[in-house]
T-cell receptor, first 114, second 116 residues
Framework: KAGVTQTPRYLIKTRGQQVTLSCSPI?????VSWYQQTPGQGLQFLFE???????NKGNFPGRFSGRQFSNSRSEMNVSTLELGDSALYLC?????????????FGPGTRLTVT | AQKVTQAQTEISVVEKEDVTLDCVYE???????LFWYKQPPSGELVFLIR??????QNEISGRYSWNFQKSTSSFNFTITASQVVDSAVYFC?????????????FGKGTRLHILP
């Protein structure tokens, strides 16, 4: 099976702009979770989608949003970008709808906000 | 509230030495899951192990072994006869089964350098 893919791999944006990141889970996986990784805060959970529904959300402002499509592909959107949004954004998929099971991670999208 | 502490920020050992990565967790739930993930320089986290709170048996997988002790709330990871390819950042994580938020919390990670 193909692994989790994320596009784009690298992105440079300017403060105030918005950005959309894409994640394609492993075939057959219905759960997709998003994480933000920064040197200071480490790995932080953003949200999880299962069968097109957001199941959980981490402690991030409303500028961070996402959605999942019927084919389980997911997108994450960040509006009004701030310098602090510069991070590696990781997507993970799993067979089950919870984070209680092993997750398979993609290579991430490195976002730089200038 | 759940919390995962990896006190060792960075460790360097010479190849073939054994190394133990510490993980201490906090939770009020009786049912929870613990994980270890490896993040090599490529950035992609790789699942290593999942252990539920009712299974305190130690586990060995090749050169990797895990020691789970509920009495000290620890889930330590040992690499025996380390190799350069083991160089990576290792994350310990906790997920509470009874937590309706159903989120997973990661430790800050331990960066492991295996020197040739």
């Amino acid at each position: 099976k193909a692994g989790v893919t994320q596009t784009p791999r690298y992105l440079i944006k300017t403060r105030g702009q918005q950005v959309t990141l894409s994640c394609s889970p492993i075939s057959g996986h219905r759960s997709v979770s998003w994480y933000q990784q920064t040197p200071g805060q480490g790995l932080q959970f953003l949200f999880e989608y299962f069968s097109e529904t957001q199941r959980n959300k981490g402690n991030f402002p409303g500028r961070f949003s996402g959605r999942q499509f019927s084919n389980s592909r997911s997108e994450m959107n960040v509006s009004t970008l701030e310098l602090g949004d510069s991070a590696l954004y990781l997507c993970a998929s799993s067979e089950s709808g919870t984070s209680l099971y092993e997750q398979y991670f993609g290579p991430g999208t490195r976002l730089t906000v200038t | 509230a759940q919390k995962v502490t990896q006190a060792q920020t960075e460790i360097s050992v010479v190849e073939k030495e054994d190394v133990t990565l510490d993980c201490v967790y906090e939770t009020r739930d009786t049912t929870y899951y613990l994980f270890w993930y490896k993040q090599p320089p490529s950035g992609e986290l790789v699942f290593l192990i999942r252990r539920n709170s009712f299974d305190e048996q130690n586990e060995i997988s090749g050169r990797y072994s895990w020691n789970f002790q509920k009495s000290t709330s620890s889930f330590n990871f040992t690499i025996t006869a380390s190799q350069v390819v083991d160089s990576a950042v290792y994350f310990c994580a906790l997920s509470e089964a009874e937590n309706r938020d159903d989120k997973i919390i990661f430790g800050k990670g331990t960066r492991l350098h295996i020197l040739p």
